[in-house]
């Protein structure tokens, strides 16, 4: 979800030589400013996702706020990008993916402490984190050397 949106932005700007089609066959024509958009549209979504998470645990329970909402919003996140026909949809979708990351940032921290042993639980409230951390310094490595639309 967070991945490294540089390469891709080139090609979704119709400025390669694969560039900027959509599986309905046509191009999506994205200025510089929605390109932009598109990759600050996440964070966004991302705090309001940590907003909004607080209320839907509490209301629903953690376990309910991961498996129902979580992955509702990421489904329609990335079915958005799938099926977008121009910028707006990437964008929208881009919007739903950053509620996804909000709410698991949010809530797997809170689920994790309060399933955990007395003795685990500050090294695995943190440990979230860590990982998610080095998940994102391997993709950032790994999109400078690999070709994001093959």
Do not use: H
């Not at 909004?52 to 706020?65: D, N, Q, S, T, W």
């Not at 309060?114 to 090294?123: L, Q, Y």
């Amino acid at each position: 979800v967070i991945g490294f949106t540089g390469p891709a932005l080139p090609s979704l700007m119709n400025r390669t030589d694969t560039g900027g089609v959509t599986v309905w066959g046509g191009g999506i024509q994205l200025d510089p400013q929605s390109a932009s958009w598109i990759t600050g549209l996440l964070s966004i979504g991302c705090l309001v996702g940590c907003i909004l998470a607080g209320p839907v645990m509490e209301k629903f329970g953690r376990r309910i706020a991961l498996l129902v909402f979580t992955s509702s919003l990421y489904t329609i996140g990335f079915l958005l990008i799938l099926m977008a026909f121009n910028g707006a949809m990437v964008q929208a979708g881009r919007f739903f993916n950053g509620l996804g990351l909000g709410f698991v940032l949010a809530v797997t921290s809170v689920y994790i402490v309060e399933i955990a042993t007395t003795d685990m639980r500050g090294f695995l409230g943190c440990f979230v984190q860590f990982l998610g951390s080095f998940g994102v310094l391997m993709i950032f490595t790994a999109g400078c050397f690999l070709n994001w639309f093959q």
